[in-house]
């Protein structure tokens, strides 16, 4: 018994000497930091353990004492949030600039992209370099092609409309087709504005049965409520919505319906814009606030997701990108890229058009009411069109949410927690908790008080691979 009782006193002894400082082998951690959740908000003196390429621990900066051995970073007066998706993007519209876009997402933060239409091997190599390289490629989900009707917009005849999409003249047709594609492993599809309802019905039964979810243009032979009844999980740009909220949205579709004949034999871009030109801003001009109202409603039903891509508007029509502030983010592009885009906006003149920016201010002006009803939204850019510099215009397009009506944590949830849960991939990607994988921003300012601090990056975190500032401005071709 007496020795029992002095083991157990020697023991006590070498407990309370013993250094309680803890120790967390292969890992890094970021001590100190306000962490800023999608979902949970702002916590502030956190203390977040990095292991392999997932948040291991997270807790109170007080209730440990870290060892000495401990790789530490300071998170002193920094924010963390999880790393941004752009959910509209295009590797295949440029191609000579193709090459450059993974490594321009990353250094503004955009650690998964969705690429919204492309030919399917041209985006699958990169999608296949980044599966490869996780560490330092961003994660690409690829719809492939637009799957288009018989008088496809994006079919190569000029550099306007690079051949991005599929023509299908039949049902049969298509159902060959977009099973191809869904061999190549796309992630979704993307359904484009001349289908016809049927073909749109048909794709729309090929992505439920392949469980894959199905985006896209509302074609214009139908209306807003049909399309997302048959299964449309996602509209990219509100396109075509306006036709649909208009006080004689019933007349525009009959009207569209014996335009989209084509007798004038019109190419499929050409005959796309001269129906935008005839019915849109009458349509935006005459607009039915119950129909919006009852509109809106079915997309809160159907969880039909809204990608509005407000900054592409703006851009497009305040003609922002012939701005000398702009052209200077070209230098993070090649030479020839770089020499070829500033040639293009030489040749584009200084006219604003009224009616895009009437068009422009109407989608920002619709987010507010959308968004109270319980609309979801990603955000998006469409770049590199319209000289949208990849990665830097996601911080535009956050910005414009959070002016069209949603709260910066919403606005930040839109191009985080929202592509991820799309995806359903929430349980791994775009939150901060432990488990999920470490794609993660360091900023320097706080993003709550002013929705423009998301640019103020410090370093990205990729797959648990911490790039710093110098490696991102390196990435930028920035000394
Ligand atoms: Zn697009």
Partial sequence: MKKLLSVIVL????????????????????ENISIIDPNDGFKKNKTVVIKSNKIHEIFDSTKKELSKKNIIYSGKDKFLIPGFWDAHVHFAFDESLAG?????????????????????????????????????????????????????????????????????????????????????????????????????????????????????????SMDVISASNMGLNSMEHFRNFELSVSKDSKELLKKRKRLLKNLQNFSGAKLRSSIHSLQRMSAIN??????????????????TWQIPTLFLYRTFANKTFKLDSWMEYFNSFPSDVRSDWINK???????????????????????????????QFMAGTDAPIFFLIPGLSLHDEIAMLSEGGLSNLEAIKSATYNPSKYFGMEKELGSIKPGQIADLLILKKNPLENISNTKEIDAVIKNGNLLNRKYLDSLLRKN
């Fill in 286 to 303: 005459n607009i039915d606030s119950l129909k919006l109202n009852q509109v809106i409603d079915v997309l809160v039903k159907n969880q």
């Fill in 11 to 30: 023991l006590t002894v070498s407990i309370s000497c013993h250094d309680n400082s803890v120790y967390y082998e292969d890992a890094y951690i970021i």
């Fill in 100 to 220: 450059s876009m993974s490594d321009l997402f990353l250094a503004y933060g955009v650690t998964s992209v969705r690429d919204t239409g492309g030919e399917i091997n041209f985006v699958n190599k990169f999608k296949h370099e980044s599966e490869d390289n996780p560490d330092t490629h961003p994660r690409i989900m690829v719809a492939g092609p637009l799957i288009d009707g018989e008088y496809n917009v994006y079919d190569g005849h000029s550099h306007q409309f690079p051949p991005l999409s599929i023509q299908n003249v039949t049902e049969k047709d298509l159902y060959k087709k977009v099973n191809i594609l869904i061999d190549q492993n796309v992630n979704f599809l993307k359904a484009y504005e001349m289908l016809t309802p049927n073909q749109f019905q048909a794709l729309a039964n090929i992505a439920k049965e392949n469980n894959l979810k199905l985006t896209g243009h509302v074609p214009l």
């Fill in 345 to 375: 906006i030489s040749k584009i003149d200084d006219k604003i058009n009224k009616d895009r920016q009437a068009y422009s201010n109407w989608a920002l002006g619709i987010v507010n009411l959308m968004n109270n009803k319980g609309v």
